[in-house]
């Protein structure tokens, strides 16, 4: 083109393709922006995958904002001397397993801006959900599987369609039943099913699964709690490792129902989870509320993930349990409740305790002791000669 007026004393004619439509730039502004976005990239990552943890080790539903919000809550009733509501507490106590859970997430909330904390804590949120799901899908088949060998059902429970398990199912429903009540009763059956005021199943009545044997004393309804058969095969044999530890291909169900010394010769070790995700080697009374809930969604005939199934609600559920192990009323039951967690890790991790010595009592063992005692020897010859 030709421009006109007093520019026309040059000729400013260009082609089109030596028209650029970029402004240079140094090749290390570049980079850096480049290597900028990768951290942010990486750092959204780690926040999805430091997430998953959440669901199953800190809290199922309390979104992590009522958290972060009771404890700021909870220092400002401290200054001012105000008791907590148990309700309140177990937030509290909730954000306290936050923070050992993602030791580095109290520090991030109390430097970043509104916005950008509002971005991570989105960002845990989507990384907790989505293994919350995950979870679920995995569990919703091999419930089914292992109902299906330890039961024998007739028919057998399909492990890819939920519609007729529940209380709709027998093998189901007996697990699945209050512990007060024994599902044989024809009368005790029926008005389950048809959801009488009489047999309301409630988040308030243990269920049969969650107990030893299948058997509840009503005298005595803590023994055998927490111990069942289904409960214990899978946190031990499969639940805790697929839930807690990243993805493996899952192993034949006959090697899952195989007589334990069959399974520790063809595991590698002592036969145990070897846990390195999260460095896990205790189990905790967060991650068997979390499982319990997830058995009591994968026996049920619900077919999507929610708060509330009838008359029984899984939020009050899991509270009771977390309640049961961290809100005993005394010395007494606390120590009945330490040998019960000691038990689950035995049973999931065996009996070695190498990880759990402390730097203090290694250092007074014999061998640390012994080179203590020659060099101290070593010192008061030398001091003499």
């Given at each position: 083109?030709t421009?006109?007026?007093?520019?026309?004393?040059?000729?400013?004619?260009?082609?089109?393709?030596?028209?650029?439509l970029?402004?240079?730039?140094?090749?290390?502004?570049?980079?850096k922006r480049?290597?900028?976005a990768?951290?942010e990239?990486?750092?959204?990552?780690k926040q999805?995958?430091a997430?998953?943890?959440?669901?199953?080790?800190?809290?199922l539903?309390?979104p992590?904002e009522?958290?972060?919000?009771?404890?700021d809550?909870?220092?400002e009733?401290?200054?001012?001397?105000?008791?907590?509501?148990?309700?309140?507490d177990?937030?509290?106590?909730?954000y306290?397993?936050?923070?050992?859970?993602?030791?580095w997430i109290?520090e991030?909330?109390?430097?970043?801006?509104?916005e950008?904390?509002?971005d991570?804590?989105?960002?845990?949120k989507?990384?907790?959900?989505?293994?919350?799901?995950?979870d679920?899908?995995t569990l919703?088949?091999?419930?089914?599987?292992?109902?299906?060998i330890?039961?024998?059902?007739?028919?057998?429970?399909?492990?890819?369609d939920?519609?007729?398990?529940g209380?709709?199912?027998?093998?189901?429903?007996?697990?699945?039943?209050p512990?007060?009540?024994?599902?044989?009763?024809?009368?005790?059956?029926?008005?389950?099913?048809?959801?009488t005021?009489?047999?309301?199943?409630?988040?308030?009545?243990?269920?049969?699964?969650?107990?030893?044997?299948?058997?509840?004393?009503?005298?005595?309804?803590?023994?055998?709690?927490?111990?069942?058969k289904?409960?214990?095969m899978l946190?031990?044999l499969?639940?805790?490792?697929?839930?807690?530890?990243p993805?493996?291909?899952?192993?034949?169900?006959a090697?899952?129902?195989a007589?334990?010394?069959?399974?520790?010769?063809?595991?590698?070790?002592?036969g145990r989870?070897?846990?390195?995700?999260?460095?896990m080697?205790?189990?905790?009374?967060r991650?068997?509320?979390?499982?319990?809930?997830?058995?009591?969604?994968?026996?049920?005939?619900?077919?999507s993930?929610?708060?509330?199934?009838?008359?029984?609600?899984?939020?009050?559920?899991w509270?009771?349990?977390v309640?049961?192990?961290?809100?005993?009323?005394?010395?007494?039951?606390r120590?009945?409740?330490?040998?019960?967690?000691?038990w689950?890790t035995?049973?999931?991790?065996?009996?070695?305790?190498?990880?759990?010595?402390?730097p203090?009592?290694?250092?007074?063992m014999?061998?640390?002791?012994?080179?203590?005692?020659?060099?101290?020897?070593?010192d008061?010859?030398?001091?003499s000669?």
């Open positions: 083109m421009l006109s007026g007093d520019d026309s004393a040059g000729d400013l004619s260009v082609s089109p393709r030596e028209v650029s970029c402004v240079p730039t140094s090749p290390h502004a570049r980079a480049r290597i900028t990768l951290m990239e990486v750092e959204a990552l999805d995958k997430g998953r943890a959440i669901r199953r080790m800190v809290a539903y309390s992590i009522d958290l972060v919000a009771e404890n809550q909870h220092c009733d401290r200054d001012s001397g105000s008791t907590l509501e148990n309700r309140q177990r937030l509290q106590r909730s306290i397993k936050l923070a050992k859970s993602l030791p109290h991030r909330l109390a430097t970043l801006e509104h950008e904390s509002e991570m804590l989105r960002k845990l989507q990384g907790a959900d989505s293994a919350c799901g995950d679920t899908g919703k088949d091999l419930i089914a599987s292992w109902i299906n330890l039961h024998c059902p007739t028919p057998l429970i399909r492990t890819d939920k519609h007729h398990r209380f709709v199912d027998d093998a189901c429903g007996r697990l699945l039943c512990a007060e009540w024994h599902w044989e009763d024809p009368i005790i059956k029926a008005g389950i099913r048809d959801r005021t009489s047999f309301i199943v409630s988040k308030n009545l243990w269920p049969m699964f969650m107990y030893e044997n299948y058997e509840a004393d009503a005298k005595n309804l803590e023994r055998g709690l927490m111990k069942s289904l409960l214990v946190i031990v499969k639940g805790f490792k697929a839930i807690f530890t993805p493996l291909p899952m192993k034949s169900m090697m899952a129902m007589p334990i010394s069959l399974r520790i010769a063809d595991a590698p070790g002592d989870i070897k846990p390195k995700s999260r460095r080697r205790k189990v905790t009374p991650a068997i509320a979390y499982t319990a809930c997830q058995i009591r969604f994968a026996l049920s005939n619900i077919t993930w929610r708060t509330v199934d009838g008359d029984f609600d899984y939020h009050v559920f509270n009771n349990i309640d049961f192990f961290e809100a005993p009323p005394g010395a007494a039951v120590s009945r409740i330490n040998q019960l967690l000691e689950w035995r049973k999931v991790f065996g009996r070695n305790h190498r990880e759990d010595l402390m203090n009592v290694v250092s007074k014999s061998v640390n002791a012994l080179a203590a005692q020659r060099q101290q020897m070593e008061a010859i030398f001091d000669d």
